[in-house]
């Protein structure tokens, strides 16, 4: 049946005159145009864990500020529980919720939020209840002997655990056992007794709490367990079996090192107590001048490499650029803008154009011009028009082309993937610009010898339209370096920069830097990651492509325990070394002076981290054995998601924290004591030698003596290690007991003793 044109218009329009007037289940046919908070918000010291006396309520209305109802309000809190998720406004347009608020005294907050409308947020700040219990920072705390301490907090609290400004008392019940010295809000308990247990009080108000104080017996006793070692022999004391290690002497007594070392992959901070029983402090420190001191000291006092600038770069490629990656792969992808055209490969003579800018990944561009000097098979040299007089000739340009053809390129690419060719020349650019002269400040000790800056492996706009890709606007597209010129009359920043320095260190900046362009190009375009690789971890490698980079240009290989007679024996080797290898060792010493706050996996870019990195990351491919480069290229060439540690666990050891002790064991005892196992060797370098030089005649790494009388105490962190040395007296058993903080060790805890002499 067919109805007339105007009756269907009639239905139709009294369809939609119902649909005004009453509305339907989702909500009015009026739109919502405003959502304002009626009452509710900012109630008067709130207790804790209890319902607001006030509901909130919140009203919407219409443009002409009608209230509407029937609309579907949603209500959310991340603190405490509301009486419900959702309501409907009234006929006044107001909706209401009670809200019992959460345990944590502090801000809270709610919100009430309708579809289209800018949300409405509640606040209160809720104040914690009454006293109902006191909290110990210990239930049960663990002394070492007579003179031992622990400062126990004692907390009134809430029946939520919200500290109360009230002070407590702490008593002994026994203070020829323990006596309690208090400061307000907890004591200084200290032994008085060994071998004895008792109880500490703590009131306040008509509130007790009471604690459990073990101070343990003199370690070694005759019932104890203990270990008999050969000289170069270790024994582990892993978690709660540090709680006491013994060691037996021979006739003629026995000198040991106590290697403390923590590890659990989240940066913490562990402090130890250490007594003994049965020792003497008589071992002497190992460090002794070296004979060598005087032939090769010039080799320790030339300038660093910024620390500073390096990371700061790696951070803010980090940060500004990782959101870009998603739009540059899918603009690859595409073949949008372009990644569509070829670069053809310039002339010499020819003028070009970059930005110079190492602050900014994006914005403010630093444009310097440049004249081709040389092209070789794989290089494209271009040097500053604006460069200082007196620098480099043709011809170095030329040697330094050829360096990156038949030294750096293939070194780099065999271990570490291809790079990438965004620009289609099938070169990579070497840009020897005054701008990196300028990223050093006048007269400090340290220098910036160039960079690679991974803004320029980005495309550089939105390209074609494709939806979702994002440019890097400054970024000069194409695969290149920044470098260090000479500057002999120090025209920038007052800082001389000879030829020959210049020269020395630019073939391993190019090694270095390139390392981290082939990592950064694979990650965005080959391999798929989401994000770059972690700073420790990307530094390590790029310095582990200087170390490959020493062993091809010196015709030497890995695994030869080279010392430093060695070295100096020969002028090539000295010169291969000097220009590749003795920037490694200077880093390495950084972190040798101070092993228990440093770390080889902590993701920075500090020195001592990143000299600590290298020599791990030598050390676990020596270990591991088979083929080095499908190691470095594992690690260079993580799948989705795996960086950093997990990177590590993946491609080197998944007992990357065992591997890590046993290094520190190595960096010890390498070449100083006999009778190691492998594990505990540095099988390519003979450290002690070379260490010894680049640190003006003096081995880095010192030893503590165990005090024999006293606690010792020792703070290492996540991947560090600590290194004590005691002597077991003739014909006994000695040793000593640990705990953290008045408690045992946790299990990432192993304590490493290894016997000396």
């Given at each position: 049946?067919?109805?007339?044109?105007?009756?269907?218009?009639?239905?139709?329009?009294?369809?939609?005159?119902?649909?005004?007037?009453?509305?339907?289940?989702?909500?009015?046919?009026?739109?919502?145009?405003?959502?304002?908070?009626?009452?509710?918000?900012?109630?008067?010291?709130?207790?804790?864990?209890?319902?607001?006396?006030?509901?909130?309520?919140?009203?919407?209305?219409?443009?002409?500020?009608?209230?509407?109802?029937?609309?579907?309000?949603?209500?959310?809190?991340?603190?405490?529980?509301?009486?419900?998720?959702?309501?409907?406004?009234?006929?006044?347009?107001?909706?209401?919720?009670?809200?019992?608020?959460?345990?944590?005294?502090?801000?809270?907050?709610?919100?009430?939020?309708?579809?289209?409308?800018?949300?409405?947020?509640?606040?209160?700040?809720?104040?914690?209840?009454?006293?109902?219990?006191?909290?110990?920072?210990?239930?049960?705390?663990?002394?070492?002997?007579?003179?031992?301490?622990?400062?126990?907090?004692?907390?009134?609290?809430?029946?939520?655990?919200?500290?109360?400004?009230?002070?407590?008392?702490?008593?002994?019940?026994?203070?020829?056992?323990?006596?309690?010295?208090?400061?307000?809000?907890?004591?200084?308990?200290?032994?008085?007794?060994?071998?004895?247990?008792?109880?500490?009080?703590?009131?306040?108000?008509?509130?007790?709490?009471?604690?459990?104080?073990?101070?343990?017996?003199?370690?070694?006793?005759?019932?104890?367990?203990?270990?008999?070692?050969?000289?170069?022999?270790?024994?582990?004391?892993?978690?709660?079996?540090?709680?006491?290690?013994?060691?037996?002497?021979?006739?003629?007594?026995?000198?040991?090192?106590?290697?403390?070392?923590?590890?659990?992959?989240?940066?913490?901070?562990?402090?130890?107590?250490?007594?003994?029983?049965?020792?003497?402090?008589?071992?002497?420190?190992?460090?002794?001048?070296?004979?060598?001191?005087?032939?090769?000291?010039?080799?320790?006092?030339?300038?660093?490499?910024?620390?500073?600038?390096?990371?700061?770069?790696?951070?803010?490629?980090?940060?500004?650029?990782?959101?870009?990656?998603?739009?540059?792969?899918?603009?690859?992808?595409?073949?949008?803008?372009?990644?569509?055209?070829?670069?053809?490969?310039?002339?010499?003579?020819?003028?070009?154009?970059?930005?110079?800018?190492?602050?900014?990944?994006?914005?403010?561009?630093?444009?310097?011009?440049?004249?081709?000097?040389?092209?070789?098979?794989?290089?494209?040299?271009?040097?500053?028009?604006?460069?200082?007089?007196?620098?480099?000739?043709?011809?170095?340009?030329?040697?330094?082309?050829?360096?990156?053809?038949?030294?750096?390129?293939?070194?780099?690419?065999?271990?570490?993937?291809?790079?990438?060719?965004?620009?289609?020349?099938?070169?990579?650019?070497?840009?020897?610009?005054?701008?990196?002269?300028?990223?050093?400040?006048?007269?400090?000790?340290?220098?910036?010898?160039?960079?690679?800056?991974?803004?320029?492996?980005?495309?550089?706009?939105?390209?074609?339209?494709?939806?979702?890709?994002?440019?890097?606007?400054?970024?000069?597209?194409?695969?290149?370096?920044?470098?260090?010129?000479?500057?002999?009359?120090?025209?920038?920043?007052?800082?001389?920069?000879?030829?020959?320095f210049v020269k020395s260190v630019t073939v391993a900046t190019l090694a270095h830097e390139f390392q981290h362009l082939i990592n950064a190009s694979r990650h965005l375009y080959v391999n798929g990651s989401a994000a770059f690789e972690d700073t420790f971890l990307d530094e390590g490698l790029a310095h582990e492509a200087e170390e490959l980079a020493f062993y091809r240009s010196s015709g030497l290989t890995p695994r030869q325990n080279l010392s430093y007679q060695t070295i100096q024996a020969s002028p090539s080797i000295q010169v291969a070394f000097d220009n590749f290898g003795a920037a490694n060792f200077r880093r390495f010493r950084e972190?040798?002076?101070?092993?228990?706050?440093?770390?080889?996996?902590?993701?920075?870019?500090?020195?001592?981290?990143?000299?600590?990195?290298?020599?791990?990351?030598?050390?676990?491919?020596?270990?591991?054995?088979?083929?080095?480069?499908?190691?470095?290229?594992?690690?260079?060439?993580?799948?989705?998601?795996?960086?950093?540690?997990?990177?590590?666990?993946?491609?080197?050891?998944?007992?990357?924290?065992?591997?890590?002790?046993?290094?520190?064991?190595?960096?010890?005892?390498?070449?100083?004591?006999?009778?190691?196992?492998?594990?505990?060797?540095?099988?390519?370098?003979?450290?002690?030698?070379?260490?010894?030089?680049?640190?003006?005649?003096?081995?880095?790494?010192?030893?503590?003596?165990?005090?024999?009388?006293?606690?010792?105490?020792?703070?290492?962190?996540?991947?560090?290690?600590?290194?004590?040395?005691?002597?077991?007296?003739?014909?006994?058993?000695?040793?000593?007991?640990?705990?953290?903080?008045?408690?045992?060790?946790?299990?990432?805890?192993?304590?490493?003793?290894?016997?000396?002499?």
């Amino acid at each position: 049946m067919r109805f007339p044109g105007w009756l269907l218009l009639i239905g139709c329009c009294a369809v939609v005159s119902l649909t005004i007037a009453c509305g339907d289940s989702s909500g009015p046919g009026i739109a919502p145009a405003t959502i304002v908070l009626v009452s509710g918000d900012a109630q008067a010291t709130p207790e804790v864990g209890t319902k607001l006396p006030l509901p909130l309520t919140i009203r919407v209305a219409d443009a002409q500020g009608k209230g509407l109802s029937g609309v579907t309000v949603n209500w959310s809190t991340a603190s405490g529980t509301l009486s419900a998720s959702s309501s409907v406004t009234d006929d006044n347009g107001t909706a209401t919720v009670e809200w019992t608020l959460g345990n944590s005294a502090g801000s809270q907050s709610a919100r009430a939020s309708v579809v289209g409308l800018k949300s409405v947020t509640f606040s209160v700040i809720a104040v914690a209840g009454q006293l109902a219990q006191i909290i110990l920072s210990r239930d049960t705390v663990e002394l070492l002997g007579i003179g031992d301490s622990f400062r126990l907090t004692a907390r009134a609290a809430d029946r939520f655990g919200n500290f109360l400004p009230q002070a407590t008392d702490v008593e002994s019940n026994d203070t020829t056992i323990v006596t309690a010295d208090n400061f307000g809000s907890g004591a200084v308990l200290t032994a008085h007794a060994s071998d004895k247990t008792t109880t500490v009080r703590a009131t306040a108000g008509s509130i007790l709490k009471t604690g459990t104080v073990v101070v343990l017996p003199p370690p070694c006793g005759s019932a104890s367990q203990s270990s008999s070692l050969s000289v170069g022999q270790v024994v582990f004391f892993p978690g709660a079996t540090a709680s006491e290690f013994c060691v037996q002497g021979t006739a003629a007594g026995a000198e040991f090192t106590a290697i403390p070392y923590y590890s659990d992959f989240n940066g913490s901070l562990l402090r130890i107590s250490i007594s003994t029983g049965n020792t003497t402090t008589g071992v002497t420190s190992n460090r002794v001048i070296a004979p060598s001191f005087q032939r090769v000291a010039a080799t320790g006092l030339q300038l660093s490499q910024s620390e500073e600038f390096e990371l700061a770069l790696r951070e803010r490629s980090i940060a500004e650029l990782t959101p870009l990656i998603p739009g540059a792969r899918m603009a690859k992808q595409q073949g949008a803008g372009r990644f569509s055209m070829s670069v053809a490969v310039p002339a010499v003579g020819d003028m070009v154009r970059f930005n110079t800018n190492a602050n900014s990944a994006c914005s403010n561009p630093n444009m310097r011009d440049g004249r081709v000097v040389a092209i070789t098979n794989r290089a494209i040299v271009v040097a500053d028009t604006a460069n200082p007089a007196n620098g480099f000739t043709t011809a170095d340009f030329q040697s330094f082309g050829a360096a990156f053809d038949t030294l750096v390129f293939p070194v780099d690419s065999i271990n570490f993937g291809a790079p990438t060719d965004i620009d289609k020349n099938q070169h990579v650019i070497l840009f020897f610009t005054r701008a990196v002269n300028e990223l050093t400040p006048p007269n400090v000790g340290f220098y910036v010898g160039g960079f690679f800056f991974s803004r320029d492996l980005f495309p550089t706009t939105q390209s074609n339209g494709v939806s979702g890709v994002s440019g890097c606007a400054t970024s000069n597209f194409a695969e290149m370096f920044y470098l260090l010129v000479p500057d002999p009359d120090g025209v920038v920043n007052q800082n001389a920069r000879t030829i020959d320095f210049v020269k020395s260190v630019t073939v391993a900046t190019l090694a270095h830097e390139f390392q981290h362009l082939i990592n950064a190009s694979r990650h965005l375009y080959v391999n798929g990651s989401a994000a770059f690789e972690d700073t420790f971890l990307d530094e390590g490698l790029a310095h582990e492509a200087e170390e490959l980079a020493f062993y091809r240009s010196s015709g030497l290989t890995p695994r030869q325990n080279l010392s430093y007679q060695t070295i100096q024996a020969s002028p090539s080797i000295q010169v291969a070394f000097d220009n590749f290898g003795a920037a490694n060792f200077r880093r390495f010493r950084e972190y040798l002076t101070n092993p228990e706050n440093n770390s080889p996996y902590v993701n920075n870019g500090f020195i001592p981290t990143r000299g600590a990195i290298w020599s791990f990351l030598r050390y676990a491919a020596d270990r591991r054995g088979g083929s080095e480069s499908q190691m470095w290229f594992q690690l260079a060439n993580p799948p989705t998601g795996v960086h950093g540690i997990s990177n590590i666990t993946r491609a080197v050891t998944p007992d990357l924290a065992g591997w890590v002790r046993d290094w520190t064991i190595a960096n010890y005892a390498d070449d100083f004591v006999p009778g190691l196992p492998a594990v505990y060797t540095h099988l390519s370098w003979n450290i002690r030698s070379i260490v010894e030089v680049v640190n003006q005649g003096m081995w880095a790494l010192d030893t503590s003596p165990v005090d024999s009388t006293n606690i010792t105490s020792v703070s290492i962190g996540d991947g560090s290690a600590a290194y004590l040395r005691f002597g077991i007296r003739p014909g006994t058993v000695g040793g000593g007991r640990i705990i953290a903080r008045g408690s045992t060790v946790p299990p990432g805890f192993t304590l490493s003793v290894l016997r000396t002499k």
